[in-house]
């Protein structure tokens, strides 16, 4: 999991005691009023740090966790408007902003909620309870007999509003962790699909996201990448671009290249025009052998991430074995508006502007860069079009730097092209699976054995292009975190089965093909493909009922629940895969899959309905059927909006999405060679959520990948019996199954 | 050398100053007129993002020359309404709740006004053509034909 702690001694010291008492509330509130000047803290153990309460009684949340296109905001508002009994219009939220908002780590790994919200909640559940006993104080009536509602503290008929109490001044308590927070039972604004608060001004234009940010003076900038990936730059021809209207500067600083106008179009023209030439480099694999590539690079280290039993003995034991090897493709975070940002440099301070899913990481990463003190730099987020993953909101803010510095830190726009997105934003790894388990004399599982070959690490900061290509700092930069799942490629590649022997061991790759990094659902998505799909073969081949089969191996009593739902939601049949009496050339099918989060958090359960062409090998999804368990939620609608998207968008990388490339670079350079999932060919998604209200919330914004391409393939077995296990589900390799069947 | 340009956008007769008259319509909304409606998303026509109605007709403003369109009207995002009035198709897409990131929202208004002011009642299959050539990265296709479908429902 990407969960984070902070490794600071100081937090870990106070974490847990931070019962504060009254007085010195009250002593820090009368001292407040004066006190308003004072620089905002961004502790993230400080009430202050996320939550503020100004002198007409606003509240605003300051969050470290940004929305990426999720609607994160409207679910934090809800979560401080219920905990301080506020209507919604009075609380507004400040994201991503580093001389305001805590670094709560890069916004990932579906936690904004589960650990960035309940942060959150709890820095305000501190706040009411401070409140409620200063107020005590104040109108001299127990806390126990207090009413609290819309911002004001009532008890024995006299009344006192937040904003009196602390209104402008700062709380100055640390979180207490143990501050009661509201009973689910009593919410109101919790648990309701509250409409998106942005949704008004995107719809009509008003909206601005970071390409729409623009400053005086600004001026435009474009990059001009290698040719090939390793590419030294060995000229330019400055006077190619002699006359490009708007045209101002050629930007060259080791392998790095760039061009700034005082128009967009400017620069875009000069950064057609600018001749360069580039040395030759040729250091990628070859696409039709990469998987021997993976197959045989260098393993720094194996990970055992589970072991039951003895495996070994288990299978070599075994009366009959079954094996399979699964891969899946390396592929794009495809945003549709491609990386933008803004860098000034004024009197030696940075400030950038971006879409960055992680502003106080790349803060870091800007000052390690430029060579500059952290102090020195500021960065703010603003939205920008999707984001999935480390896309190339970063290496533009990077880009935007260098041709900042180069214009004497004028204020520099860089707007990534399509072609800069798609050729250099971090890619997911290819990833390959091999998987054996062994059948007993009576046809029962004893054991199963699966090796992932996956890079390792992979959490830490992206090495910012700009960095890499001028040749300036490469040093690494300390982190105030650790992670849960350090080698995120490997998480949930154990099972949530119970076999008597299993063992799974992850081969951590000292590298791979492309700058990589993780787009939605890292590891678990490629790992439960492998995984959900092998369990269907081992239940084909024992003749079972997929969802039977994964039944009678799940000690989980929440998990067997999902899948009773889900069966009745999806009118599922019991009886084995493939289905029998198939007849004519499109042929229709039933998979299911099902996945523990992480093995430790959000449950999702789907059955997919697919329909194949055998003529054509073309696998058309109409309809997918999903049960989703994310324990409490906040805002029902907003979950479903991210369920849905989770599907389409993994349809899509599951029947399309592959990265093309040859020695020297990628080039599926746009659309139209890295296609994705159009109108015509989405499936319908039909979703019961599963309401906890009195357990904690988990994340939402992944999980319901995972089982998307391991039910595809599965309903594809049950059409024709044929296997698919190398993702994208493309039709030439849905043919060559059919064939090779 | 800088030449002056006269267009008709939202209704209004407006001049803008470039300095090269084959700009795209796009950048000339975007940078000299400050829309946010219309929006880059390739440059090459393949995703919708940029689209706005040219004679009431949808185009690829990111590939359309700004000398094509003197003469006609132009219609953004920000002409079809606002947070205070929107349009009935903006109103349908806040109802659905039709929007993740909002970044495609521009061309998938933009297509879906244009297929509603000639087809009053579509089906799921016309919105889907219609709406064929406008890519949506988030996955939420499903409401935007909702969102279709409701503005149909309340012309």
Known sequence: ???????????????GQLLVSFTLAERACAALAQSSARKKT???????????????????????KVDLGTGLPTALTQIVAEELDLPLDRVKLIQGDTALTPDQGPTWGSISIQIGGMRIRQAAATARKALAEIAAERLGVPTTELRIENGMITGHGRSVSYAELVGGGTFSLKIDNNAPTKNPSTYSVVGKSVARLDIPEKATGRFSYMHDFRVPGMLHGRVVRPLAIGARLESVDESSVNGVPGFLKVVREGNFLGVVATTEWGAIQASRKLRATWSDWKGLPERAHLWEHVRTTKINSDLVTSNVGDSGRALSGSPKRISATYDFATQTHGSIGPSCAVVKIDEGRLTCWSASQATHRLRRQLAAMMDVPLDAVHCLYIEGSGCYGRNGHEDAAGDAALLSRAMGGRPVRVQWMRADEHGWDPKSPPVLVDLRAGVDEEGKIIAWESEFFVPEEGLGPVPLIAATLAGMSAQPITEPYRYNIPNIMTANSAIPYTFPNIRTVAHLLAETPFRWSWIRSPGRLQNTFANECFVD????????????????HLNDPRGAELLARLAALAKWEKRPSPRKGVKGDVVTGRGISYVKFDLARTYVGAVAEIEVDRRTGEVRVERFLVVHDCGQLINPDGVANQIEGNIIQTVSRTLKEEILFDRSAVTSLHWATYPILTFPEVPEVIIELIDRPN??????????????????SNAVFDALGVRLRSVPFTPAKVLAAIEGN | MPTSVSLDVNGRAVTIEVDDSGVPLLYALRDNLELKGPRFGCGLGQCGACAVLLDGEPVFSCETPLAKVANKKIVTLEGLGSPEQPSPVQQAFIDEQAAQCGYCLNGMIIHATALLAKTKSPTVPQ?????????????????????????????
């Not at chain 1, 100004?54 to 509240?59: F, I, L, R």
């Not at chain 1, 992944?702 to 595809?712: C, K, L, R």
Request: charged share 25%; net charge neutral; hydrophobic share 45%.
């Open chain 1, 695 to 712: 357990e904690k919330p988990w994340g939402a914004g992944e999980p319901a990948a995972t089982i998307v391409p391991s039910a595809i």
């Open chain 1, 42 to 64: 961004v502790a993230s153990d400080e009430v202050d740090g996320f939550l503020s309460i100004d002198a007409d009684g606003q509240v605003t949340i300051y969050t470290g």
């Open chain 1, 1 to 15: 999991m990407l969960d984070f702690v902070s490794t600071r001694r100081e937090v870990l010291k106070t974490g």
């Open chain 1, 537 to 552: 073969e081992l239940a084909a081949f024992a003749g079972a009922d997929p969802l039977d089969f994964r039944l009678g």
């Open chain 2, 127 to 155: 919105i889907k053509k219609a709406l064929a050539d406008n890519l949506c990265r988030c996955g939420t296709h499903l409401r935007i034909i909702r969102a279709v479908q409701r503005a149909a429902r309340n012309a």
